[in-house]
């Protein structure tokens, strides 16, 4: 299984981007598959950004991003994207999409629950 994330680049602070994350490879059971974004700015650890049920659709956020990020999916390509808005500075940092599967029954915030990820893309936003 292979993730593919896109969509990085500079902006200003206020602006937006919007990140892509398409799978490729297997097909995953939607029931039990949980697709998320992270992100890991220099010096920082890995923190939880976003993530989306797939079978549900269910969005959860981090208090860092919510009212300003989205996530979506979509069904047939089996991406999954990331709609950032009103970014800051603080929210420079290299993304990275994951793929969690097994039983989905909340939001996955924790890395290391996650199995599969993409390379990352770098954001930053300069102030």
């Known amino acids: 299984v292979q993730l593919q994330a896109s969509g990085g680049g500079l902006v200003r602070a206020g602006g937006s981007l919007r990140l892509s994350c398409e799978a490729f490879g297997r097909r995953f059971n939607r029931y039990r598959y949980m697709m998320g974004w992270f992100r890991q700015a220099p010096g920082k650890e890995r923190e939880f950004v976003a993530d989306?049920?797939?079978?549900?659709?269910?969005?959860y956020y981090s208090d860092s991003v919510k009212g300003r990020f989205t996530i979506s999916r979509d069904n047939a390509k089996l991406t999954a994207d990331l709609q950032m808005n009103s970014l800051t500075h603080e929210d420079t940092a290299v993304y990275y999409c994951a793929v969690a599967t097994g039983i989905i029954s909340g939001s996955i915030r924790r890395p290391s629950d996650y199995t599969y990820w993409g390379q990352g893309t770098l954001v930053t936003v300069s102030s």
């Open positions: 989306i049920a797939w079978s549900s659709g269910n969005t």
